[in-house]
Nanobody, 129 residues
Framework: QVQTVESGGGLVQPGGSLRLSCAFS????????IGWFRQAPGKEREAVSA????????YYTDSVKGRFTISRDGAKNMVYLQMNSLKPEDTALYYC??????????????????????WGQGTQVTVSS
Protein backbone atom coordinates (compact mmCIF):
# COMPACT_ATOMS: atom_id res chain seq x y z
CA GLN A 1 0.00 0.00 0.00
CA VAL A 2 1.53 3.26 -1.14
CA GLN A 3 1.09 6.05 1.37
CA THR A 4 1.94 9.71 1.68
CA VAL A 5 1.23 11.27 5.07
CA GLU A 6 1.53 15.00 5.68
CA SER A 7 2.14 16.79 8.96
CA GLY A 8 3.38 20.11 10.29
CA GLY A 9 0.54 22.45 9.44
CA GLY A 10 -0.85 25.00 11.85
CA LEU A 11 -1.69 28.62 12.51
CA VAL A 12 1.06 31.17 11.97
CA GLN A 13 1.26 34.95 11.74
CA PRO A 14 2.14 36.67 8.47
CA GLY A 15 5.90 36.63 8.04
CA GLY A 16 6.23 33.49 10.11
CA SER A 17 7.49 30.05 9.19
CA LEU A 18 6.32 26.46 9.14
CA ARG A 19 7.90 23.21 8.05
CA LEU A 20 5.67 20.60 6.48
CA SER A 21 6.66 16.95 6.40
CA CYS A 22 5.66 14.18 4.02
CA ALA A 23 6.33 10.58 5.00
CA PHE A 24 6.06 8.16 2.11
CA SER A 25 6.14 4.37 1.98
CA UNK A 26 4.99 1.28 0.13
CA UNK A 27 7.10 1.46 -3.03
CA UNK A 28 10.62 1.27 -4.36
CA UNK A 29 11.68 3.01 -7.56
CA UNK A 30 14.85 4.42 -9.02
CA UNK A 31 13.03 7.57 -10.06
CA UNK A 32 9.97 9.12 -8.53
CA UNK A 33 8.77 12.62 -7.77
CA ILE A 34 7.30 13.99 -4.57
CA GLY A 35 5.16 17.06 -5.01
CA TRP A 36 3.41 19.53 -2.74
CA PHE A 37 0.05 20.94 -3.77
CA ARG A 38 -2.41 23.22 -2.03
CA GLN A 39 -6.06 24.12 -2.26
CA ALA A 40 -8.17 26.72 -0.51
CA PRO A 41 -11.99 26.60 -0.43
CA GLY A 42 -13.45 27.87 -3.68
CA LYS A 43 -10.07 28.01 -5.38
CA GLU A 44 -8.29 25.82 -7.89
CA ARG A 45 -5.74 23.29 -6.75
CA GLU A 46 -2.25 24.66 -7.18
CA ALA A 47 1.10 22.92 -7.57
CA VAL A 48 3.54 24.43 -5.08
CA SER A 49 6.79 22.50 -5.29
CA ALA A 50 8.31 19.16 -6.23
CA UNK A 51 11.55 17.23 -5.90
CA UNK A 52 13.05 14.41 -7.94
CA UNK A 53 14.42 11.35 -6.16
CA UNK A 54 16.99 10.56 -8.84
CA UNK A 55 18.86 13.84 -9.21
CA UNK A 56 17.49 16.01 -6.42
CA UNK A 57 16.24 18.69 -8.80
CA UNK A 58 13.65 20.97 -7.26
CA TYR A 59 10.77 22.91 -8.74
CA TYR A 60 8.64 25.79 -7.47
CA THR A 61 5.70 27.83 -8.54
CA ASP A 62 6.61 31.48 -9.01
CA SER A 63 4.61 32.74 -6.03
CA VAL A 64 6.75 30.81 -3.52
CA LYS A 65 10.21 31.11 -5.04
CA GLY A 66 12.63 32.57 -2.53
CA ARG A 67 10.28 31.79 0.36
CA PHE A 68 9.75 28.02 0.27
CA THR A 69 12.38 25.29 0.12
CA ILE A 70 11.72 21.63 -0.62
CA SER A 71 14.18 18.98 0.56
CA ARG A 72 14.39 15.26 1.14
CA ASP A 73 15.87 12.74 3.53
CA GLY A 74 16.14 9.47 1.62
CA ALA A 75 17.19 7.42 4.63
CA LYS A 76 13.97 8.38 6.40
CA ASN A 77 11.70 8.42 3.34
CA MET A 78 10.76 11.98 4.14
CA VAL A 79 10.25 15.13 2.13
CA TYR A 80 10.01 18.55 3.73
CA LEU A 81 8.65 21.90 2.70
CA GLN A 82 10.17 24.76 4.65
CA MET A 83 7.89 27.77 4.34
CA ASN A 84 9.24 31.18 5.31
CA SER A 85 7.81 34.68 5.02
CA LEU A 86 4.31 33.27 4.96
CA LYS A 87 1.48 35.37 3.58
CA PRO A 88 -2.28 35.14 4.14
CA GLU A 89 -2.66 33.94 0.55
CA ASP A 90 -0.61 30.86 1.47
CA THR A 91 -3.54 29.68 3.58
CA ALA A 92 -4.71 26.34 2.20
CA LEU A 93 -4.86 22.61 2.71
CA TYR A 94 -1.47 21.28 1.64
CA TYR A 95 -1.18 17.87 0.03
CA CYS A 96 1.79 15.63 -0.56
CA UNK A 97 1.69 13.41 -3.64
CA UNK A 98 3.95 10.92 -5.42
CA UNK A 99 4.49 10.33 -9.12
CA UNK A 100 5.76 6.76 -9.40
CA UNK A 101 6.46 6.82 -13.13
CA UNK A 102 7.87 10.17 -14.16
CA UNK A 103 7.93 10.94 -17.84
CA UNK A 104 10.90 12.66 -19.46
CA UNK A 105 11.00 16.38 -19.07
CA UNK A 106 10.14 16.76 -15.40
CA UNK A 107 10.95 20.45 -15.52
CA UNK A 108 8.01 21.07 -17.82
CA UNK A 109 5.47 18.75 -16.21
CA UNK A 110 6.09 18.49 -12.45
CA UNK A 111 2.94 20.52 -11.87
CA UNK A 112 0.56 18.24 -13.80
CA UNK A 113 -1.95 16.87 -11.31
CA UNK A 114 -2.82 13.73 -13.24
CA UNK A 115 0.79 12.56 -13.30
CA UNK A 116 0.66 11.91 -9.57
CA UNK A 117 -0.49 8.49 -8.43
CA UNK A 118 -1.01 8.83 -4.69
CA TRP A 119 -2.18 11.68 -2.51
CA GLY A 120 -2.16 12.24 1.22
CA GLN A 121 -4.99 13.55 3.35
CA GLY A 122 -3.54 17.03 3.65
CA THR A 123 -2.40 19.31 6.44
CA GLN A 124 -3.95 22.71 7.05
CA VAL A 125 -1.86 25.87 6.93
CA THR A 126 -3.49 29.08 8.13
CA VAL A 127 -1.66 32.41 7.97
CA SER A 128 -3.44 35.10 9.95
CA SER A 129 -2.80 37.81 12.53
Amino acid sequence: QVQTVESGGGLVQPGGSLRLSCAFSGFTRDHFIIGWFRQAPGKEREAVSAISSSDGNTYYTDSVKGRFTISRDGAKNMVYLQMNSLKPEDTALYYCAVDLNPRPGTGSRWFIFNDYDWWGQGTQVTVSS
